[in-house]
Every structure is written in C-alpha cells, then in structure tokens.
C-alpha cells in the first residue's frame, strides 16, 4: 500500500529532506517548501520507506501536487 503526501499551498520547492528507499516516521519533515519568504516543512503524515520523489528542488507546486511517495507498513 502506499501514501501520497501532497503540497497545501501553491510555494516553490526549497529543499527535499529524503531520498528513495529511505525510513520516515509520521511527522519527519520530507520536503520543505518556501511561500511568501517563509519556509514551510511538510511532513510525513505516515510511517513507511519513501518509493519516489516527485519534485525537485525550485519546482513551483500547486495545492494537492504530489511530492513524496511513501510505501506504508
């Protein structure tokens, strides 16, 4: 099963935080996205292995874009 975490906001993507095949927990930031010069972590809101990421840093997101893939437990 997998778990899609998606943006909330339109922002530019400033860092990703994880990688492929990588362990997150709920909470642990995977991307943080920049919106009116304010830095915006967004979290893993399930625990499992990251399978894709879809962004790249300085892409623009639209609300509901895709970001992560995670592969649940």
């Known amino acids: 099963m997998s778990h899609v975490v998606v943006a909330e906001l339109v922002a530019n993507v400033l860092s990703v935080e994880v990688e492929p095949g990588q362990r997150v927990s709920p909470a642990d930031p995977v991307v943080i996205l920049e919106s009116m010069k304010m830095e915006i972590p967004v979290l893993a809101d399930a625990a499992g292995t990251v399978t894709e990421v879809v962004v790249e840093v300085g892409d623009v997101v ?4 895709p970001l992560v893939v995670i592969a649940t437990l």
């Open 62 to 65: 639209r609300d509901g874009d």
